[in-house]
């Protein structure tokens, strides 16, 4: 893979202040990977893809990324970054709303990353959950959100955005076939492996 390109891909999108993924919630989600590389993996947020370009490098040989984005720009934008860095072979952009395009899916996948709009994350995780096989693995991005959701901020225009991160924080924490852990990297991580 062209490093040089990823980076460029990385800088231009922080330019334009698209929230891609911070460096550190790489790293750990790496290092979680490492002794159990994934061959699926289903992102939902595509934005310019390039989480889902530094997620090919974590998959086993002949894995697979199917990822979701609503917004045509950014579509067509991470279309021309997975050719320009050669992964357009791995990785496939379902173009529409996650919330339509995700019950339509019968796949399975053994890492699902969710990183789209904060108040869906319960509608993903119950997706998510859908399609996970034994022993894969949910990641779920900005969990923490700015501290909002750990401290008692509630009157704010984002309150649906937090209220729904604590919903999907109880849930992966009461769910018996999970193991969660939240980890306060980056804007915050969970971290769910299935049992
Ligand atoms: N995963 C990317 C960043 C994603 S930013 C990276 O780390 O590089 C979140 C993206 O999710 C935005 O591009 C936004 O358009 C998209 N999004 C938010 N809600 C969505 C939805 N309901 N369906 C599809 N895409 C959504
Ligand atoms: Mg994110």
Not at 30 to 42: C, H, Q, V
Not at 58 to 87: M, P, S, Y
Not at 102 to 123: C, E, Q, R, S
Request: hydrophobic content about 35%; charged content about 30%; overall charge negative.
């Amino acid at each position: 893979m062209l490093q040089e390109k990823v980076q460029e891909i990385k800088e231009k999108a922080l330019e334009n202040h698209i929230p891609i993924i911070m460096d550190d919630t790489l790293e750990e989600i790496e290092k979680i990977l490492k002794p159990n590389p994934p061959k699926t993996i289903l992102e939902i947020g595509t934005a310019v893809g390039y989480s889902a370009i530094c997620f090919s490098k974590f998959l086993q040989d002949g894995g697979h990324i199917d990822t979701i984005e609503r917004e045509e720009e950014r579509i067509k934008e991470a279309k021309q970054n997975f050719i320009d860095v050669g992964v357009e072979n791995k990785i496939y952009i379902y173009e529409g709303d996650a919330v339509e395009i995700l019950p339509t899916l019968n796949k399975t996948y053994d890492m699902v990353f969710i990183d789209a709009a904060k108040g869906k994350y319960p509608f993903f995780l119950s997706q998510a959950l859908r399609m996970l096989n034994q022993n894969g693995i949910i990641f779920a991005d900005n969990i923490l959100y700015k501290g909002y959701v750990m401290s008692d901020y509630n009157k704010h225009k984002q309150r649906t955005a937090v209220r729904n991160l604590r919903e999907y924080i109880k849930e992966v924490t009461e769910n018996p076939e999970l193991e969660t852990e939240i980890l306060e990297i980056g804007d915050g991580l969970a971290v769910s492996k299935k049992k």
